[in-house]
């Protein structure tokens, strides 16, 4: 089933966070009528939203995941949804009982709330975390979850992710709930925060910089990631609700590699920097290693929703450290 976002209410939960304030945006563009962001604010001093709380469309509400009542209160009248709330891997670490609440028993809640609503159509915020890491080369969605050498706070979260798409599942066999699952490869954006473990070799860098010391780098730098833009993020979940397609998960990603040390090199270029970064070595953070040549394939996307990324990482990152500075 297709949601018409035009003239639409939607709930968005999470959706002050980096990928949900730019998903309102987005939202808003396509004229929504409604967007209700439900969202208690925990893990951020203040909500990504900034002005876009002005506008009469928007309502921002202290909504609790774990609390079903609320939710079903606040997802009344709603043609779609969105879940984006999650702990993340450095969250697992810190506090691994909130985040397997919020990350399990809050989405159940959010399915349990749209069916008894009958909202039309959900869309589950996954991860690239399905596929484990430590990987290379080209992943594509039937890719299995690796484990062996993963920290245990990322196959902790990755394994969340994975229960996540299939209460989708049950819920569409079950309920006949629509729903797609958009597994995310590495955010960025406008808005950056410090909680995503891949996301941070951009914020660390660029905040080094500012302050006149050398970034830093693991091993020799050739550890490759793949990034994706928030904006490109949040029209593939505008596409996915407005898209006919159902019950299916597929990689929402850059599609390109790029190892750390030219990352780090492209932000030091981009800053106007010269300093050269230094070599580490393992400190017992949280990491999460990668082989090379790492991308997510998003054929899938590009075939089922005609979605492809627009920005490249270049772009991106000079929209990030502009909005910074």
Known sequence: MSIKIAGAKLLIAGGASLVGSHLVRELLAREAARVVVYD???FDRNDSLGPLK???????????????????????GC?????????????????????????????????ESARLNKVGKVIFASSSAVYGFGIGGGISEDMPHKTEGVPAPAVAYGSSKIMGEQLCRMYKQTHDL??????F?????????????????????YERLQRGEPPQLFGDGSESKDFVYVGDVARAIAMALESDATDQAMNISGGRSITTKALVG???????????PVYMEEDGRVRLKTGKGLHYVNARAL???????????????????SSLA
């Not at 670490?93 to 397997?100: I, T």
């Not at 492209?266 to 050269?276: A, F, K, R």
């Open 54 to 76: 002005d506008d009469p469309r928007v309502s921002l509400v202290s909504g609790d995941v774990l609390k079903l009542h609320q939710f079903i209160a606040h997802m009344e």
């Open 185 to 205: 490869s590495t955010v960025y954006g406008e808005g950056q925060h410090h909680r995503a473990a891949n996301a941070l070799y951009i914020i660390d860098t």
């Open 40 to 42: 208690p604010v925990l």
């Open 266 to 276: 492209m932000i030091t270029d981009i800053v106007g920097s010269d300093i050269e």
């Open 303 to 321: 075939a089922v929703l005609g979605w492809q990324p627009e920005v490249p990482l270049a772009e991106g990152l000079r929209r990030l450290i």
């Open 79 to 111: 043609d779609g949804a969105v879940n984006l709330a999650a702990y993340m891997s450095l969250g697992f670490s810190q506090n691994p009982w909130d985040a397997v609440d919020v990350n399990i028993k809050g989405h159940l809640n959010f399915l």
């Open 178 to 183: 629509d729903y797609l699952a958009l597994r």
